[in-house]
């Protein structure tokens, strides 16, 4: 079973910025992952994803242009660097992973990291 792990969240003052990480257990390579977010009292939104072997990356409108995606040659970590943060990206973030085989597509979820922009 494969697990994945966050790190990286914390409290950072708007204008800053924080690295997200994320691990797949197991060293498999993953077609793709991505980063969601549940901002308190909304539903869960998809921030960013990253697929397929060029690594097309996509992102919420709200979030583009300040959070970047990316993943590692093996592509069992993922990234989310997010610059010049604001309030409402407040949120608890989650890991997104998936993998497509004979059996159809498998997700895999993190557990979420806390994101708070406040001054």
């Known amino acids: 079973q494969v697990q994945l792990v966050e790190s990286g969240g914390g409290l950072v003052q708007p204008g800053g910025s924080l690295r997200l990480s994320c691990a797949a257990s197991g060293s498999i390579s993953m077609d793709g992952m991505a980063w969601y977010r549940r901002a308190p009292g909304k539903e869960r939104e998809l921030v960013a994803t990253?697929?397929?072997?060029?690594?097309?990356?996509n992102y919420v409108d709200s979030v583009n242009g300040r959070f970047t995606i990316s993943r590692d040659s093996a592509k069992n970590w993922a990234y989310l660097q997010m610059n010049s943060l604001k309030p409402e990206d407040t949120a608890v973030y989650y890991c997104n992973a998936h993998r497509i085989g004979w059996s159809g597509r498998m997700d895999y979820w993190g557990r979420g990291t806390q994101v708070t922009v406040s001054s």
């Open positions: 990253i697929v397929d072997d060029d690594d097309t990356t």
